[in-house]
């Protein structure tokens, strides 16, 4: 009966605590007119140590113009909105040069990760970019392992940089925090 009893006040307690923590609207980030375009919504968001917020999107939600085509190309562009909801002067990145080789983020976006440094990593596919939070320009591109789909990167203290698939028999791949190949925690996941 004891037990009961102060199972019952726990409950209680519990109960009035959670009546009283109320979250407030404030109103729609980055504001009430920018609807995330595309149409799947989004898949990533960081936030740089300037306090920019970073958007990626799985599906397409912009387009490039292909020069060689001459037709427009659908792309995952990533939005990047200061603290106070206005677009960073970079905003929105739709291509990333990284060694002089310049990419279209045409292929779905599977996370975004400030790194040790604030510096973001987007991963699109099965290639990690990172991206310089100050300028929105590519610093570094990894592709761990060709055609299968990566996960958001994980980041340790260190600094090194974790690269797990969402496919099954995968490894997961270290990282410095340069992006040089370690090795593998694991060589082969469940997905």
Request: charged letters at 15%; glycine letters at 12%; proline letters at 6%.
């Amino acid at each position: 009966m004891k037990k009961l009893i102060s199972f019952i006040v726990l409950v209680f307690f519990l109960a009035l605590g959670t009546t009283h923590a109320q979250w407030t609207f404030e109103g729609n980030f980055p504001n009430d007119t920018f609807l995330f375009p595309g149409t799947t919504g989004g898949h990533g968001v960081a936030v740089d140590p300037d306090g920019k917020v970073w958007l990626q999107h799985y599906g397409t939600s912009d387009s490039v113009f292909d020069a060689n085509t001459s037709t427009w190309k659908k792309t995952r562009a990533l939005y990047v909105f200061n603290a106070d909801g206005t677009p960073a002067a970079f905003s929105p990145i739709k291509t990333v040069t990284v060694g002089g080789v310049t990419d279209t983020l045409y292929n779905s976006g599977r996370g975004l990760r400030a790194d040790a440094d604030g510096n973001i990593l987007a991963s699109h596919f099965d290639e990690i970019f990172r991206i310089n939070y100050q300028t929105g320009e590519g610093m570094g591109l990894i592709q761990p392992v060709p055609g299968a789909t990566a996960d958001a990167a994980a980041v340790d203290a260190a600094g090194n940089v974790y690269y797990g698939s969402v496919i099954p028999g995968n490894p997961i791949r270290i990282y410095t925090p340069d992006l040089t190949f370690i090795g593998d925690a694991i060589p082969s996941t469940r997905g």
